[in-house]
Every structure is written in C-alpha cells, then in structure tokens.
C-alpha cells in the first residue's frame, strides 16, 4: 500500500526551528517529487516547495525561500523540512504529498500532516 | 501569479447534485484537478485532469473545464460528501508551482 507517514505534532516557540518527516513506504520513493502544503488555520492550502528525491533538487515558493529547507535520505525513504525561525503565524498543519507524473502531476497521495503550533 | 476563485460554500440536500465551480483566467488551457479534504484528514484526490477520477473515487465524482470555469459536479450528494473541496492548477510561470483555489465547504443539509 502506497503511503506517506508523517512526525508527530510539534510545539515550538517563536523563533525556534522545527525539523518534519515525511516517511514514504509501498512505492520506490526517488521515484516520485515530494511537495510541501501546508494549511493554517481557517486558511486553504499554501505549497511550500518540492523536493526531487532522486537527484536532492529542490525548488521553493519565493515566500519561504532562506527559511525553509527541504532535504531527503534515501536510505530510509523519508523526506524532511525544517522550518526556521518560525513565527506565530507558521502554526498550520503541514502535508507533505507525491507527484504523480501520469495524472498530470496531480498530488495524488498525501500524508496525515503535522501540526505545527507555535 | 495566477489565481484561482471558488465560492466559500454550497449547501445541498442530499440526492441531490452539488456544482462546485473553479474560476481562472483561460483555466481551459490547463489541467485542473480537484482534493476534498474532511475535517481532521489529509486531502484525496478526487479528479485529475479535469474530468478522469483516480481508482476508488465514486462515479458521482465529475469534473468539467471550459472556457474560464472548471467544476466539479458531485452527483446523488452523500453525508459522507460534506467535506473542503479545493481545485488546483499547475503553473510554471507563477513562483508558487502549484496553485490551489481557497476552497469551498460543501454542506450536506
């Protein structure tokens, strides 16, 4: 079964850094580009970035850029994002997704998400 | 940056049909699909490519595109259907790849 599996929520104080998981099982993980989301209360849903697991190539939307980076271990299938320096307004739940390439690079498996309250 | 409009909330009673419409300019050259997201869950993916449903979704799930409006039509409306739906396009010219529409709360009455 195809699936994400995500950390455990997290509480952090303004200015701390949070580090989140994204562990990938029943599919070959360098396979498929990794996308973060995230959605902060009352608010729909907001991409992060995107993370190639094959090559480590990462891209990131302009807001987030310098202050979250997006990293994977391939020995292990998992990705990660820290989020630095974080803010009352980064608490969210935070979704990491796959890109499937046949469904016009629809986010077709998403983990449970982490909440994040800071 | 392209943008995407969706109206906060239809209500409908259930057998009945839900329209959820997705507004962009010239969002008929694009790809779009569509997530529903139930309170306290991930988003599924409920169409892709505009109008084709991944395995498992129900056949009352339909999307169209045209023009400068997508939808998403839920047909014979379920309680299990009261849930966010939010459309998405993929643009390479704005920063943010993936774009999502603010999300519309379909209430089953």
């Known amino acids: 079964q195809v699936r994400l599996e995500q950390s455990g929520a997290e509480v952090k104080k303004p200015g701390a850094s949070v580090k989140l998981s994204c562990k990938a099982s029943g599919y070959t993980f360098t396979g498929h580009h990794i996308n973060w989301v995230r959605q902060t209360p009352g608010q729909g849903l907001e991409w992060m970035g995107w993370?190639?697991?094959?090559?480590?190539?990462?891209g990131y939307a302009q807001k987030f850029q310098g202050w979250v980076t997006m990293s994977r271990d391939t020995s292990i299938s998992t990705a990660y994002m820290e989020v630095n320096r974080l803010k009352s307004d980064d608490t969210a739940i935070y979704y990491c997704?796959?890109?499937?390439?046949?469904?016009?690079?629809?986010?077709?498996?998403w983990g449970p998400g982490t909440r994040v309250t800071v | 940056s392209y943008v995407l409009t969706q109206p906060p909330s239809v209500s409908v009673a259930p057998g009945q049909t839900a329209t959820i419409p997705c507004g962009g300019i010239n969002i008929g050259t694009r790809s779009v699909h569509w997530y529903q997201r139930k309170p306290g869950q991930a988003p599924v993916l409920v169409v892709y490519?505009?109008?084709d449903r991944p395995s498992g979704i129900p056949e009352r799930f339909s999307g169209s595109n045209s023009g400068n409006t997508a939808t998403l039509t839920i047909s014979r409306v379920e309680a299990g259907d009261e849930a966010d739906y939010f459309c998405?396009?993929?643009?390479?010219?704005?920063?943010?790849?993936?774009?999502f529409g603010p999300g519309t709360k379909v209430t089953v009455l």
């Open positions: 998405q396009v993929w643009d390479s010219s704005s920063d943010h790849f993936y774009v």
């Open positions: 993370i190639n697991p094959n090559s480590g190539a990462t």
């Open positions: 997704a796959r890109v499937d390439y046949s469904r016009g690079e629809a986010l077709d498996i």
């Open positions: 490519d505009d109008s």
